[in-house]
């Protein structure tokens, strides 16, 4: 593990696989999560890939928001002091976000084309805020926004760190993280893995994350993602509908939409075959593409 420096200070955890002269996958994780929430993901890319992987700001090893605060804006720019520091100079890398981690990227390109990145992929993300699990906070009204900002930031503070004391009271959170995140049948296992690190994710990290998140609609920016940007997504994903991923697919430039059967939002942990196997052909079809253009 090494650190990386942010635009307002905040240390960076960053880890990395794989040989330094291979192509460059820099993946980024959802909320109240962390570099380990893609499970086997990072190592079986990493047999021919450069792997890097960090740690939100104010998530797991990396250190608590300095100046900047936990709003999409600052986590998109921690997204930039990562590239800054693994890609090499005249360089790129395909940029894989989880959940949170697709409204990231979405909103790091916001502002302009990032020459370093030739392709994306969303594992799991609409790329758009929402108010609640599944319910898209764009058609509410300012004011009922601003009301239920004030509430859930109030309401993700208070169980994250209730969370903590109640940990042994598994049953009770594996049920909410089981039916917001997980598809039926998925494996506990799974689960378990979730809860641990959204339990031990910071509140104030988690519950600003949240807030910074709530109500962006990032779809309206998937105009400025111009690379080829693949959609993995499990068609019975509870925290991104399916409508909601096929209104991202219709406002990107260039699109392609893969949908795993039976599946809930964490593919990474029950579906880590079909997310290396898809992020591996796509790092083919950008590179090729580039050579031909060369």
């Not at 804006?73 to 989880?98: E, N, T, Y």
């Not at 109640?166 to 979730?194: C, K, N, T």
């Amino acid at each position: 593990m090494t650190d990386v420096t942010s635009f307002d200070g905040t240390r960076l955890a960053l880890y990395s696989w794989g040989d330094e002269d291979a192509p460059l996958v820099v993946l980024v994780h959802g909320l109240g999560m962390s570099a380990d929430s893609w499970g086997e993901v990072p190592r079986r890319l990493a047999e021919d890939h450069r792997v890097v992987a960090y740690d939100l700001r104010g998530h797991a090893q990396s250190g608590d928001a300095r100046s900047g605060g936990y709003g999409l804006a600052s986590h998109a720019a921690d997204l930039g002091a990562v590239l800054g520091a693994v890609v090499p100079r005249g360089g790129s890398a395909v940029v894989v976000g989880h959940s949170l981690g697709g409204a990231v990227l979405l909103r790091h390109v916001d502002g302009g084309a990032d020459a370093r990145i030739t392709g994306a992929v969303f594992v799991g993300s609409g790329g758009a805020g929402v108010t609640a699990p599944g319910f898209p906070g764009r058609h509410l009204p300012a004011w009922a926004r601003a009301r239920l900002a004030s509430v859930w930031f109030a309401l993700l503070r208070a169980g994250s760190r209730w969370g903590r004391r109640l940990r042994p009271v598994r049953a009770v959170s594996d049920r909410g993280i089981r039916h917001f995140a997980f598809a039926p049948g998925e494996p506990q296992e799974a689960v378990a893995r979730m809860r641990d690190d959204f339990l031990t994710t910071r509140p104030l990290a988690l519950a600003g994350s949240a807030l910074g998140a709530l109500a962006d609609d990032g779809v309206d920016r998937a105009h400025s993602l111009t690379v080829p940007t693949l959609l993995v997504h499990g068609d019975r994903d509870p925290e991104v509908p399916n409508a909601e991923i096929h209104r991202l697919l219709s406002a990107l430039p260039d699109g392609e939409l893969v949908q795993v059967p039976g599946a809930g939002h964490m593919l990474p942990l029950t579906e880590p075959d079909v997310v290396v196997e898809q992020v591996a052909r796509w790092v083919g079809r950008v590179g090729g593409e580039r050579d031909a253009a060369a």
